[in-house]
C-alpha cells in the first residue's frame, strides 16, 4: 500500500493529495502532526534516503529551534533523528512511500509516473 506522510496544513502536501487523488492512485494518508512518526519509520527511511535530503531546514519548526540544536543537528546524525522523532514537522514533506521507491517533496513527474 502507498502511503503518504505529510501535513494537512501543507500546501505542498494539498498538491501532492489532489495528484494522487486526480489519477486514481490509492493511498492511505499518514498525518505527521496528528498520528506522530515512529523510529522504526524514520530509520526505515533513512536506509532509503539521506538524512539531508529528509531534513527540513527551510521549516518554520526548524527556524524555532535554538541555533544550538540546529548546528547539533547538522553535525550528528543521532541529535537530528531525536529532533525528527520529538517534531516530525522537522521532515520535508510530504513523504510517499510506494513500497519501492521514496519520493520526498512533491514533484508531479514523479507522481505522475506512479500511474504508468
Known amino acids: 500500500m502507498i502511503t503518504l506522510y505529510g501535513i494537512k496544513t501543507c500546501d505542498t502536501c494539498r498538491k501532492a493529495r489532489k495528484a494522487l487523488d486526480a489519477q486514481g492512485t490509492r493511498y492511505q494518508y499518514h498525518d505527521l502532526r496528528e498520528d506522530g512518526l515512529g523510529a522504526e519509520q524514520l530509520e526505515a527511511w533513512l536506509a532509503r534516503a539521506e538524512l539531508a535530503t529528509l531534513l ?11 541555533a544550538q540544536d540546529q548546528q547539533a543537528a547538522k553535525a550528528d546524525p543521532t541529535h537530528a533523528r531525536r529532533l525528527i522523532l520529538a517534531q516530525p514537522t522537522l521532515l520535508k514533506r510530504p513523504v510517499l512511500d510506494t513500497g519501492e521507491r521514496l ?10 509516473a506512479l500511474a504508468s
Open 103 to 112: 519520493l520526498i517533496s512533491f514533484t508531479p513527474d514523479d507522481y505522475a
Open 56 to 66: 527540513n531546514t527551510r521549516s518554520t519548526t526548524w527556524r524555532a529551534l535554538t
